[in-house]
């Protein structure tokens, strides 16, 4: 059997929702997240937000001065599970295998019901059935979504994200490679910000660099070269997922002595920050949702988590996060007998939007 794996991703989804129970926000460059007066974090942004830098996980300040006129909207996040949910309904019913990545984002395994004599004529035997679900999305919730259609997942995402909003990219296997040739090198699946520093460093700076490297990968990414020359070639050979098992990395730390000493506390987040990064980096994977957990001496315990739109891969930004939920919510009230910082919602983290060849 041929396969036909397609990537829905909704379209700036918090941002959109806003704009569309709100049409005076339609075209406008919407914030959702605390305003820029208040200490807060951005959850997400429209398009015309992201034009001006604001991303997820900065501080509402700090996008308040990148994008002076933003309108800023509170975070609804059980309006958009439930938003969610009525997508993911509908998406059920199109006939395809589905795994759920985020809350706005599956892959589709369409492959049963797309089969011809070829493996291209496959692909675009599903092109009709990504345009009907598109158009359902449309007509049912008055949200647009993006569509990747590929032999594989590897190739499905990069697809989706080659031409949003609103895309349809099929990338045929006969022209996978070409169509690689010209991509950063960050935009293959597991190259994060250091491994994509190594491989530019030894001058390979886009994918087809990578197709065309004499050499032995694994000197410059370790374990992963082998994989990442086969990514460079479109190949991927990983299955969807189906269980609903909930994935997540943290750490904590019990202190000697309870302590609010705050230059303690921030070494403390600090250290559990970069180990969580450096355990999302070697599962080449991001995370939507940041928690703390603090217990008081008397073993009073308590947790607090933060969720944003695109996933979360640097230390700083689930440092930053950490912090802020430690303010907002004054959890240091008194002294801390134990503080930890986890992460879930993992997922693929979103690569770079490509620029239309």
Same mark, same amino acid.
């Given at each position: 059997?041929?396969?036909v794996?397609?990537?829905l ?5 918090y941002?959109s ?8 926000l339609?075209?406008?460059?919407v914030?959702?997240?605390a305003?820029?007066?208040?200490r807060?974090?951005v959850?997400a942004?429209s398009y015309?937000a ?5 991303r997820s996980?900065?501080p509402?300040a700090?996008?308040?001065r990148?994008?002076p006129?933003?309108?800023f909207?509170?975070?609804?996040m059980?309006h ?20 759920q ?5 599956a892959y589709?395994?369409l492959?049963?019901?797309s ?9 675009l ?6 345009r ?9 919730r008055q949200?647009?979504?993006?569509i990747?259609?590929?032999a594989?997942?590897?190739l ?6 080659h031409q ?9 296997e006969?022209?996978k490679m070409?169509f690689?040739r ?10 994060g910000?250091v ?6 460093g030894?001058g390979l700076n886009?994918?087809?660099? @990578?197709?065309?490297y004499?050499g032995?990968? /694994?000197?410059? +990414? $370790?374990s992963f070269?082998a994989? !990442?020359?086969l ?9 969807l997922?189906?269980?609903?098992d909930?994935?997540s ?7 000697l002595?309870?302590?609010?000493d705050?230059?303690?506390l921030?070494?403390?987040l600090k250290?559990?920050?970069?180990d969580i990064?450096a355990?999302?980096k070697?599962r080449r994977l ?5 928690q ?5 001496g ?6 607090r988590?933060?969720t944003v739109e695109e996933?979360l891969t640097?230390a700083?930004d689930i440092?930053?996060l950490?912090?802020?939920l ?9 002294p801390?007998r134990l @503080?930890g910082?986890g992460v879930?919602?993992l /997922?693929?983290? +979103? $690569?770079?939007?490509?620029?239309? !060849?």
């Amino acid at each position: 059997m041929f396969r036909v794996i397609c990537h829905l991703d909704m379209d700036a989804f918090y941002a959109s929702v806003e704009q569309r129970d709100n049409p005076a926000l339609r075209g406008q460059p919407v914030i959702v997240g605390a305003p820029p007066t208040q200490r807060g974090v951005v959850c997400a942004a429209s398009y015309e937000a992201r034009k001006f830098g604001v991303r997820s996980a900065i501080p509402s300040a700090t996008a308040g001065r990148l994008c002076p006129r933003g309108i800023f909207v509170r975070p609804r996040m059980e309006h958009y599970r439930e938003e969610s949910r009525q997508i993911m309904a509908i998406v059920a019913r199109s006939g395809a295998i589905v795994e759920q990545m985020s809350i706005d984002e599956a892959y589709l395994d369409l492959s049963a019901v797309s089969q011809a004599d070829d493996p291209d004529a496959s692909l675009l035997r599903s092109v009709p059935l990504a345009r009907e679900l598109k158009a359902r999305i449309r007509a049912e919730r008055q949200l647009t979504a993006t569509i990747g259609i590929a032999a594989n997942k590897l190739l499905a995402k990069i697809a989706s994200d080659h031409q949003k909003p609103d895309g349809l990219t099929l990338i045929p296997e006969k022209e996978k490679m070409q169509f690689l040739r010209p991509l950063p090198v960050r935009a293959l699946y597991g190259v994060g910000k250091v491994t994509e520093e190594i491989l530019q460093g030894a001058g390979l700076n886009t994918v087809g660099d @990578l197709q065309d490297y004499p050499g032995d990968l /694994r000197a410059l +990414a $370790g374990s992963f070269g082998a994989r !990442l020359k086969l990514f460079a070639r479109g190949e991927d050979d990983r299955p969807l997922e189906l269980g609903e098992d909930v994935k997540s990395i943290s750490g904590e730390e019990t202190f000697l002595k309870d302590t609010d000493d705050r230059k303690v506390l921030r070494r403390c987040l600090k250290e559990q920050a970069a180990d969580i990064a450096a355990r999302l980096k070697h599962r080449r994977l991001g995370a939507h949702t940041v928690q703390v957990k603090v217990r008081y001496g008397d073993f009073t315990t308590l947790t607090r988590q933060f969720t944003v739109e695109e996933p979360l891969t640097e230390a700083p930004d689930i440092y930053r996060l950490g912090c802020f939920l430690l303010g907002r919510e004054r959890l240091v009230s008194r002294p801390l007998r134990l @503080l930890g910082l986890g992460v879930s919602g993992l /997922r693929e983290p +979103a $690569g770079r939007q490509l620029a239309l !060849l």
